[in-house]
Antibody, heavy 118, light 109 residues
Framework: EVQLVESGGGLIQPGGSVRLSCEGSEFRLNINYLNWVRQAPGKGLEWVAVLYSGGATYYADFVKGRFTLSRDDSKNTVYLQMNSLGAEDTAVYYC????????????WGQGTVVTVSS | SYVVTQPPSVSVAPGETARITCGGNNIGTKSVHWYQKRPGQSPVLVIYYDRDRPSGIPDRFSGSNSGNTATLTITRVEAGDEADYYCQLWDTSSDHPGVFGGGTKVTVL
């Protein structure tokens, strides 16, 4: 079954860092572009970042240099390194990718929860 | 960066038609995608490229996009359609290209 599986969330101290992982199953992440989308408690969906197959990356304005995307093709995994975290980064983080819908996200992971709190 | 606006809520009786709008400057020149989000679940793509339906999505879901408004229409609304709906597009002229609307809560009366 085609799927994405996130991991790496947890309770993080303010100012701390965490690395989220998104592993693809039954398809190659390096031929798609992998996005991260988050949803803070009680808020809407918010686009975070995209890693294109050629390696280009783009980030939401609120990231302000704190997050970095990378990919390990041998593990079919994309990573989101998040630094200098604040309470406003508390959210469920989803990875998502287009598979059969051109540039719309038709495959989503189950989400991983990041809580930034002391 | 490009801003899109959705009404916070829409209420509809079962069997009726719900219309959810997504407004933006000349949004008709962009391709709009729509997602359904239920609490505790991952989002589901219901319409892509303004009006295309992924496999498995009922034909009760349809989309249109023209001028300054894109619209998701749900006909013969069922209780199971109660969810938040988000429009999404790519602003390819921006360094921050991914854009989501604020979401619309659809309540089935």
């Amino acid at each position: 079954e085609v799927q994405l599986v996130e991991s790496g969330g947890g309770l993080i101290q303010p100012g701390g860092s965490v690395r989220l992982s998104c592993e693809g199953s039954e398809f190659r992440l390096n031929i798609n572009y992998l996005n991260w989308v988050r949803q803070a408690p009680g808020k809407g969906l918010e686009w975070v970042a995209v890693l294109y197959s050629g390696g280009a990356t783009y980030y939401a304005d609120f990231v302000k240099g704190r997050f970095t995307l990378s990919r390990d093709d041998s593990k079919n995994t994309v990573y989101l390194q998040m630094n200098s975290l604040g309470a406003e980064d508390t959210a469920v983080y989803y990875c998502a990718t287009p598979l059969n819908a051109r540039d719309a996200f038709d495959v989503w992971g189950q989400g991983t929860v990041v809580t930034v709190s002391s | 960066s490009y801003v899109v606006t959705q009404p916070p809520s829409v209420s509809v009786a079962p069997g009726e038609t719900a219309r959810i709008t997504c407004g933006g400057n000349n949004i008709g020149t962009k391709s709009v995608h729509w997602y359904q989000k239920r609490p505790g679940q991952s989002p589901v793509l219901v319409i892509y490229y303004d009006r295309d339906r992924p496999s498995g999505i009922p034909d009760r879901f349809s989309g249109s996009n023209s001028g300054n408004t894109a619209t998701l229409t749900i006909t013969r609304v069922e209780a199971g359609d109660e969810a938040d709906y988000y429009c999404q597009l790519w602003d390819t002229s921006s360094d921050h290209p991914g854009v989501f609307g604020g979401g619309t809560k659809v309540t089935v009366l």
